[in-house]
C-alpha cells in the first residue's frame, strides 16, 4: 500500500464512505419484503441523495454499489428482488434552463420583438446597421453561438466571389474554426488539419439581409474587422434603452430560438451546437461521395488482391532494429513477459530502445526479487543514479502493455533515429512528441494522451527531461473517416456481381458482409466474428447477437448487443442474408457439426481476412469514385449517420439515404419505442456498441451539424410581409407594385424551395417518392382506399390484417377519427344529416360496408387512388372547407348536393376539388340557363362540356349529382369522401 500521507486520506474516507453504505443497505434489507421493495428502494434512493447532495458523481457510484448488494443479498438469500438500473452518464442531465438563463431568455426574447418591430416600420438602414443585423440574425435565427464562429462568419463578407455565391444556390456555409479544442496550431502540415469545419443551412432571413447588403455600397465594409464592435454599435444606435450587446445575444441567444414555433430541437442537440458536447463537424471530404462523383480511374485487377488478401504496407526501418522489435513483441507475449523483457534490457541497446524497454517494464506489474535484479542491472551498467522504488510500478494488465508497444515503439524509433536524447530541451521534447503524433496521421485518443502524459513523466523522473506543457499537443479527436454513399455503395455491389475472378459463393459471402457494414454498422471483426448459433430466424423476424467467439473478442462490454436485421436490412437484402444462413445452418446439421462456427466460410472452406475484405472494397469502389481512402469502417460511418437521419425524422434523410418514406418509418418505429428525444441518441449508442452517446457524436455522426442546422432553418418566420418588404427594400425610387413582386420571386422561388433536391443520389432517382408514407393513396405508400376501409370495417382489433410499415398506433387512431367525426355530428347536431338518417340504417357503423365491386366503381376508386396524394398537396389550406362543405350538403338518401345561386364561392371550391380527383364524365350539374349565364366565370377552367349539364328552367338553385351512364347515382362517392376526411382529421 501506498504510505503517502494523501493516499492514506484518500484510503480513510473510502473506507468510511463504505461502511455508511453497507450499514444502510444492511439495515434497510432487513425489513426487505417483496411488498415493500419499492418503498425501501426509494428510502434508500432518498437517503444517498442526503448524504451526498450535489456531488452526483458520488451519488451515482453509490447506487451502483446499491445494486451490487441487491445481486449478492439475492444469492445468499435465494431471493429474486429486482436490480436496480445502473445509472448512466447522461441519465441526469443538466436542466435546460436555470434562473439566470431564463432571466436573460427573457431579455433576448423581449429584444427580439423589439428588433423584429423595428424592421416592420423602418427601412433606412445603412450598410453598416444591414452588416450588423445581417449578423445579429446569423445569432438569434442560425445557430452561431461562439465568437470566432461569428469573426469568421462577418470574414466571408470581404471576399466578394464567396458573397455573391450566397444569392445562387449557395445555401449552406462551412466554416473552418481554428480552436484549441479542436485542433494544434503549433504544426503546420498538408496531412494534419489544424481546424474543424461546421456546417450551417443559412436561414431565410440571413438571406434576405445579404441580399439587401448586395445592393449597397460595399466600400464602407474595409474599415470592419470587429463583429462584437460592429453589432454594439448598432444596438445602441437603434436600440438605446436595450441594455443586451453581443455578448449575451451569443451566450442567451439560443434560447430565443427555443420559445420559437417549430423549432423541435432537443437538449442534445443544442448542447451539441453550443460545442458542450464534441461533435465530428461534416467536412468536406466526407461529403464528397454525396456531391460529387468523379471520373473513374484505372484500378489493378481484383484478382491480385483476391490472390493476396493480407498484403499491406509496413513502414521501414531498420534490420537491426526490426530484429529488436520481433524480440520485445515475443517477450510481451510471453507469460514471464517482465522477467524476458528484464534480460532484453540488461543487453546493450541503444537509447530510444533503452527508454522504450525501461517503460515498458515499469508499466509492468514486478515482484520484489524481479525490481532488485532491475536495480542491480541499472546500477552496475551506471544507467541513472534514481533507485526504483515500489511508487514507480503501475499494475497494469499484459493486454496494455501490447497496445502501449503497437501505439507508440515504431513511432518512437522513427522520431528518435539519429538524434542526442540526452541533450533534448523543453521544445526539443516538444516537437519530437509532435513528430510522432504526425507519423500516427491522426488525432489522439483519450487514451493514448494518458499514456503519452506518463510516458513523458517517466522521462522526467530518470532521465531529468525537463517539463513540457503537452496541452498544445493532445487534442480531442475528431474523426475524419470518410463516408459512402448509397449511390457508391450500390455500385460497388453491381461491380462485385459483374467480377469473373471470384466465385459465385465467395460474391454472396462479399456481398452480405458489405450490407452489414452498411445497414447495420458493424465493426469489421464483429462481422468475420458471427457465428451460426448467433442468429435467430422465425418467418417475420432475424436477430442478430454480437458476443464473444472464440479468441475474438469484442472491444468492450457495451458492444454486447442485439440486432433486429429485419428492421434494419432491405427485402431483397433481407430474403439473400436469411438464404444463406439457413442454408449454412442446414450443412452443418447434416454433417453432424455444432452451430458453433462461423458464419462466413468461403468455397475455400477458409474464413476471409479483414484485409482481404479492406482491399476488396477499396478496389471496387475505385472505378465508380476513383482515388480514395475507403475502409470497411468507412461503411460503419454511413451506416450511423443514415440511420441518425432516419431516426431524427430529418427531410435531409430523403436526400441522403436510399430508404424509402415507408422504410424509414418502419425503422422508427421499431427502434424508438416512444417519442422521448433523448431515445434516438440512445438507440444509436446501443446499435454502435457505445456506452453512451457522446461517443457517437464524437466520432461517427458527421451530418449531424447539417441535419441540426437544416432542422433549425425550418421554424416559422416570425417576420411580417411588412418586415420583409422593408429588408429587401434597398431603392426609395422603387414603386411598391414592382417590389411586392420581387418579394413574391425571392421569398417563394428562391428561398423556400427545396435546398437539396438537386444532390438526389438516390440509386433510383426514376422512382416517385411520396412526401409521407402514411398518406392515402401515395405511389409508395402502404396506405390505400381498400386498407383505410378494412381498419374501419374490421370490428375487433384483433381481426386487422396491417402490413409492416402502418403500426398498430396508426389503425387504433383512424379508428378513433371515424368514431369521433360521427359522434361529434351527432351530438352537436350539425347541419349535416349525413350520419342521423336512414341512410346510416339508424346505427353508424351502417356507412362503412362492402366495398363496392362493380367495375365501374372500382375505376372511380382507382382513378381517385392515383391522383389523391397530388391534389391533396394542392388543396392542403383549403381540405377542411371543402369536407364541411361536403357534409353541409350531402343528403341521407339522395345523391344531389344543392347550392343556392348566392353560394358560387362554396360551389367552385368543391367542384375545382371534385373536377380534380373523379372522372370529369361522372360530374353532373342540373341548373336553368340563367343559373348557367351567373355562374360562367366560376366554371371556367374546369373543362366541363355539355354532357356535364342539364337545362331546367324551372330549377331555381344548382343541383350538383355524381352520375354513372346509366343515369344511376354511384354510392362509392359518398363512401371515398368519407374515408378522405378521416385519413385528413
Known sequence: MNRHP?????????????????????????????????????????????????STRSHKIARLEFARYIKRFNRLSN???????????????????????????????QFAKNLIAHWTEHNDFSPTQSLAFCLISTILFNGFYNENELQKFLKIFFKTKKFQSFLNLNHIVSLDIPNRNFGNQRINDPDFSVSYTKTFVLHDIVKCWIYRLKHQKFDLFSDIEDAEHLINACIIECFPEEKVRCKDLLKYGFYYTQFLKNSGLDQMSICILKNEIYSSSPLEKQLAAYFIQPEPTPTHTIQKVYENPQDQSKVTIA??????????????????????????????????????????????KLTEPQLDLLNHIIQQQQRFKRKLIRADFQPLKQSSLKTMFSQFAVHWLQ??????????????????????????????????????????????????????????????????????????????LQRLENTQDISIQDKNIFKLIFILGFRVGLRINETLNIFVRDLFISEDAVMLTIRNNRNKNQKSYSAYRKIPLHHLLKADELHAFKTYSQNRKRLLKEQGKSVAQPLFLK??????????????????????????????????????????????????????????????????????????????????????????????????????????????????????????????????????????RAIKQFLFDQLTKDRYRQHDHQYQPEQQKSPDSLMLGAHDSEMTFELLHHILAVEKEQDLLLPEAIPLQIAQKLRARALHLKTSCVNQKKSSRLFTTDFLRKTPAALVTMLPTNHEEKKVIHHVQERYANVQSKYKKELHTIYSIYLEKVQPNSAQFIFEINEKRQLKKFLSFISKLFPTEYLHLELSKQSKEQLKNTLQGLKLGSKNFSLNENERRIKFCFKSKDVKALGVFKLLMYLMIVSHL
Open 415 to 492: 522520431a528518435t533515429q539519429d538524434k542526442d536524447i540526452s541533450s533534448f530541451s523543453d521544445a526539443d521534447f516538444e516537437d519530437l512528441y509532435g513528430e510522432m503524433l504526425l507519423l500516427k496521421k491522426e488525432t489522439t485518443r483519450a487514451t493514448l494522451q494518458k499514456r503519452l502524459q506518463e510516458f513523458h513523466h517517466k522521462q522526467t523522473l530518470f532521465f531529468n527531461a525537463p517539463t513540457v506543457d503537452l496541452d498544445n499537443l493532445i487534442q480531442v479527436k475528431i474523426c475524419r473517416t470518410a463516408l459512402i454513399s448509397p449511390h457508391i455503395f450500390h455500385g460497388m
Open 79 to 109: 431471493q429474486n428482488y429486482p436490480v436496480p438500473a445502473t445509472p448512466v452518464r447522461h441519465e441526469s442531465p443538466p436542466p435546460q434552463q436555470n434562473i439566470e438563463t431564463l432571466k436573460h431568455g427573457k431579455r433576448v426574447t
Open 6 to 54: 494523501h493516499s492514506l486520506k484518500r484510503q480513510k474516507k473510502l473506507i468510511k464512505n463504505k461502511e455508511f453504505l453497507l450499514k444502510l443497505f444492511s439495515e434497510k434489507c432487513l425489513e426487505l419484503t417483496p411488498e415493500n421493495y419499492s418503498d425501501v428502494y426509494r428510502q434508500v434512493d432518498n437517503s444517498l441523495l442526503e448524504k451526498y447532495k450535489s
Open 603 to 740: 468455397q475455400s472452406l477458409e474464413e476471409t481476412h479483414e484485409n482481404e475484405v479492406n482491399s476488396l472494397l477499396k478496389q471496387l469502389i475505385q472505378p465508380v469514385f476513383g482515388e480514395h481512402n475507403f475502409t470497411y469502417h468507412s461503411l460503419r460511418h454511413s451506416a450511423f449517420n443514415h440511420l441518425y437521419l432516419v431516426l431524427k425524422n430529418s427531410t435531409l434523410a430523403d436526400a441522403f439515404t436510399d430508404y424509402s418514406p415507408h422504410e424509414q418509418l418502419r425503422i422508427r418505429y421499431a427502434l424508438l419505442r416512444n417519442r422521448n428525444t433523448q431515445q434516438t441518441w440512445y438507440a444509436l449508442s446501443h446499435f454502435a456498441g457505445h456506452l453512451t452517446p457522446e461517443t457517437t457524436c464524437s466520432s461517427y455522426l458527421h451530418l449531424m451539424h447539417l441535419a441540426i442546422s437544416y432542422q433549425l432553418n425550418q421554424i416559422e418566420s416570425p417576420l411580417p410581409k411588412e418586415a420583409y418588404f422593408n429588408i429587401l427594400k434597398h431603392d426609395d425610387a422603387i414603386k411598391y407594385p414592382v417590389q411586392q
Open 319 to 364: 534490420l537491426d532494429v526490426a530484429d529488436i522489435l520481433v524480440e520485445i513483441r515475443q517477450a510481451i507475449r510471453a507469460k514471464n513477459y517482465s522477467d524476458q523483457l528484464i534480460e532484453l534490457y540488461a543487453k546493450e541497446q541503444s537509447p530510444a530502445l533503452e527508454r522504450l524497454l525501461l517503460w515498458s517494464i515499469l508499466r509492468s
